[in-house]
């Protein structure tokens, strides 16, 4: 059972993320815009959005994600301010640059998962 869920369209970061969970033990899901909330599996305990693509970059999302009770990790490749305000009001637990999701997705998951 996943409990690592992805809403990410980009394949090589998708391919990225999902080694680096995979690499830590974590089971992975991949999610779209399609994807019914109450189909998500009962250990899901982190979501990963890519706010740069459109159909996620809603603040709606998030908000349903932190009401099931998951963590969020929102990357964007560039942050502003206004857009970090929105996205941690929501709910997002943090924002990382796309640049340095991969290479800090170990410690992220340590993070938040333990």
């Not at 979501?47 to 963590?71: I, N, P, T």
Request: charged share 30%; proline share 5%.
């Amino acid at each position: 059972m996943p409990e690592v869920l992805l809403f990410v369209k980009d394949f090589e970061l998708g391919s990225r993320l999902s080694s680096a969970c995979v690499d830590k033990g974590k089971n992975v899901e991949f999610s779209d815009e399609n994807t019914d909330p109450d189909s998500f599996p009962g250990p899901v305990k982190l979501a990963v959005v890519d706010m740069d693509e459109a159909v996620f970059s809603s603040v709606g999302l998030v908000a349903e994600l932190k009401r099931r009770g998951l963590k969020v990790i929102g990357t964007m490749t560039k942050i502003n301010n206004r857009e970090q305000s929105k996205l941690r009001a929501a709910g997002c637990d943090i924002i990382v640059p796309r640049s340095s999701l991969i290479k800090n997705m170990p410690s992220l998951l340590d993070e938040l998962l333990t």
